[in-house]
């Protein structure tokens, strides 16, 4: 039974996980660094504990901390969010060795879905369609054979890989091994194992994934599908729920596909099986996220699963309280990905003070928040702020909710992906569904276009408070007990005017 | 009062009169209002409703108007009469530091000390939050010197690389 | 065509409208008074309009400054919100002389629904039951005959009544004519019209009610049903939707009723149909409400229908997008009416400024809020400070929601009913959905306890806060540029202590 | 550093050490941040994690926890041995204000000069915010004067009935 749940994560994920524990009753514990001492899971959780320094591998990296951390606090289970530890096959068999629930797969399907070769090769196995590609362990011959066999452009990738290290794109022959030692020692350098393989590059995919959830008796569903296609350097910007490019019987036989994969592992608990699909509606497995994924509140937002809640369920050994035929897809979903970039200058990350903060909300609008007014963003963690997901009865609806919500949406004193999102919004391709993975990246240049009636507008305010400032500083003191600031005038109004 | 505002590029003259404002001979009814604790400001200009986020900074305002940010320096129109700025071009010759916009770690060093750089060709590579940023030359020239080597962690303002044009 | 609309109304509900006219496109413009400058829907509209000082009939119930409002700025459609001039005919009437579009009903319905009496003969007429009482223009002896025939204890009603002004309960024959002079000097005070009737009083009755929407070409649906029985003062606290007293074939039958009584009058645009349903089953007729409901958010959290957009489209002359049997329920939404009063001090109005605010937000919940940081409450309006809406697959999960939601809504500077809210969810008889409109009042007595653990606790935080102050004053000057409050640490952390 | 705390009816002798707090004889680990901009505190008592609004009023401090209100005097030991306070019940004989705790409209005035009243009885009924309040005598007296009549608007503290008790 769990009865206190030690959430190894920070910033949104952990708020959202912690939020869920307490509706279900289960006292929680915090974990944080020193520059995440006043931060929103720190004061969220009924306790918190500091686990070290900044720096992710002395505090949330570090299985010691936290294994330590639940034992001294009584927590009897483990949530590892994503990134951090979330998909750390070490950390998973730690907590069960040290008596800790880890809410999560087991180890094995955690290392075993790491290795992305060795999941492409049971899933072959299983008859699930892959990409074309190559097995490990080929020396430079083999590969340029294979490559061959393939054809260009290709993939190059690292077994371990991940986030888009190790990869490489290779468009003839002649650029191949160099390519391939470029890899090997990027990917050597970032996992510590430089293996790789060839894989096909299916030309024109969008990247469609499907939720799966599995308890401890082989029950074993999924709850429907997202698309991803809106990336920039494989990091997702923007996801929906349903994929737009999904028709119900290709729906279902994708659906149909997770399942399988799934159940070929004998998975238990949340997770996501991504493939990519072409433009002729043929669709490659890609590999399984052994966690909870960012974009986890689209699914719930159209399926109405507490997605947290079922993890949690799960975990505790009770069986899956809903039947494939129980899930029922309502609407759309749209997520924006907050982070703090300057989508005007290359989505630069973007540090400092947050010093005003105004989160949208009203019907069909949630906000996952992981900052508040006077959060410092700080250099040493991901740059993702919140998360704006808009539901609407169709996909316009959607869109133009999300289009609202974002004009709502007031961050101060940083720059945010804000206005990229707003931009997306309003392109046809966009609208129209016509986009694949590389239509961000590609086809998508913001520009910043400052309009003259916004510079006069600037000009004005800013000229009116230095008029303020002015006579403020000139006049004698004001008299006390008067609440100035609040009937903060500077003009008389219409009436004066126009009367 | 008279005041000459300069934002971006453009300059206006807006007079603030008891009860009305003049932008370049245009009046405009306006009403603005602060939404305390922030330094946030509700504007009306014409009844159209703004919503605006202004600080002094050396004395220049930042103001944020949907989200975009403008610096705008406010002149009394007296004071500013007497301090028109005289162009300042790039000087020929002059040598450029390259600071780090950002706290992080140096992935690699693309450039050596004698080489030449063009405008725009990238000089080194940065780390931060999780992200790889390329850092180029603003202007063609000659690296003078490389300051940091690869792995190093700095720290926001640190001089980089020197170039000389 | 819509294009530009002018909402005559302020605080949350202002802002809601505001926000489905900026989705949809629509131009939008605001109104307020003196003391509501600042307030959200001004700054959230596309342009602001004083309309006159705090006192509602010389700004918000000023239906010429309104008119000319619309016509000075270009709007071409009024909505009026709930409250204020919502079921004002005469407003309606205006607006159409005016040739402005009011989004509601006709004004003829509005003046028929408004006349209690007149209502409850039209619907008797057509068959529908309504509590057995009395029709109008009684004298006294016709009453006392009446009076008995109905039998005791019973209610005497105003025919203009509304939010229990010139209401009566009595008891017993000999309380009968004096009661009835009372109400009817109220009633008269308070609308201009001492008319009165005598009811019924329904004992153990639920709150019932039913979300209906009309088009203009004669289509009539309703969205389900919600129930309001937890009301103090005859205003409501708590909505949800559904009602947990309905089973299937009594929620279709009374559903068809509200339909039916629709059709009665033709009516159009959204109205809620109010029925009280007796411990037997027993459904009567009460009345009508021309205009979008407080509670409209459970009914548009558990549809999916955005209630305003529907309400902006029959505006616009369009038919219904929905048939009956294209509205489907799903799950369970809860609203809680957080307004700034003292629920410990028999809920007096708390006045005072808003110094901070933090919303909830997460998995199904949404927050429709009236006030900012900053906000000063003004003793000219409703006490209506934002709705929390929890949504859930079940009621049981929609509780549970809503008491994490309540934990983490912050209002400082004001009381506010969040205690109450806390306990009522807490309370076995509202988890077990047994109780009745009298339920609130009669047998929910809040306590406050102040837990010794909290003094502790609290004293603890002032004597830091002191120490940290007297150290301060007696430091020398803080050396410029250090950031200190960020870092604002006043203790060791655990490792000091204990390792 | 030792403070003599009291909140309510309680209270504590804290004492602040470096590295440590003791109140009442018990040690415990403390941490506490401001949320800058507001007066917002996180608390984490032995790692337990507390959220408090403080401000400081008239030499007191109010202290908001799980939305409850607490007053409380902080004073430094020697201080508060000098400064025990004598316990000042209600002088019999005395007269009492009431006062509007609102701004509002006088809709009825129930009692008379003259008129005997206890503890409890209600005065005069005030409307504010579309709500009936009624206003009660704290004690058993006689009523002295009343201040105002029906219909007339009211600022907050206002006198509006004088009591000798």
Known sequence: MLEKVLVANRGEIAVRILRTCRELGLRTVAVYSDVDRSALHVRYADESYLIGPAPPRESYLSITRLIETAKRSGANAIHPGYGFLAENADFARACREAGLIFIGPRPEVIELMGDKIAARQVMQAAGIPVAPGTASGLDDAELEAAAQRIGYPLLVKAAAGGGGKGMRIVHSAADLLSAIAAARHEAEAAFGDGTIYLERIIEGARHIEFQILGDHYGNIIHLGDRECSIQRRYQKLVEESPAIALDDALRQEMGQVAVQVAKEVGYTNAGTVEFLLDAQGNFYFMEVNTRLQVEHCVTEAVTGVDLVKEQLRIAAGRRLSLRQEDVRMRGWAIECRITAEDPYNNFRPSLGRIVGLYEPSGPGVRVDSGVHEGFEISPYYDSLIGKLVAWGETRGEAILRMRRALEEYRIIGIKTTIPFHQELMNSTRFIGGQFDTTFAEESFVLVEEKLEEHLKIAAIAATLLAHHRRNQARSTITPAGQRRASNWKMFGRWRMLRR | ?165
């Open chain 2, 1 to 165: 009062m008279r005041y000459v505002t300069t934002i971006e590029d453009k300059t206006f003259v807006i007079e603030i009169k008891e009860g009305e404002i003049i932008v370049d001979g245009q009046a405009h009814a306006v009403d603005m209002r602060r939404i305390e604790p922030l330094s946030l400001y509700s504007l009306l200009i014409d009844n159209l409703s703004h919503e605006t986020f202004i600080e002094e900074r050396e004395g220049k305002y930042c103001v944020v108007l949907q989200g975009k940010l403008y610096t705008v320096q406010v002149q009394e129109e007296r004071a500013w009469q007497q301090t028109v700025p005289p162009l300042t071009p790039l000087v020929a010759g002059g040598e450029i530091s390259i600071k780090s916009p950002l706290p992080g770690l140096v992935l690699e060093v693309l450039v050596t000390a004698g080489q030449a750089v063009r405008a725009g060709e990238a000089l080194l590579v940065l780390e931060s939050m999780k992200m790889r940023t390329d850092l180029s030359s603003p202007y063609d020239g000659v690296v003078q010197e490389v300051h940091v080597a690869a792995h190093d962690q700095v720290t926001q303002g640190r001089t980089l690389v020197t170039i000389s044009t």
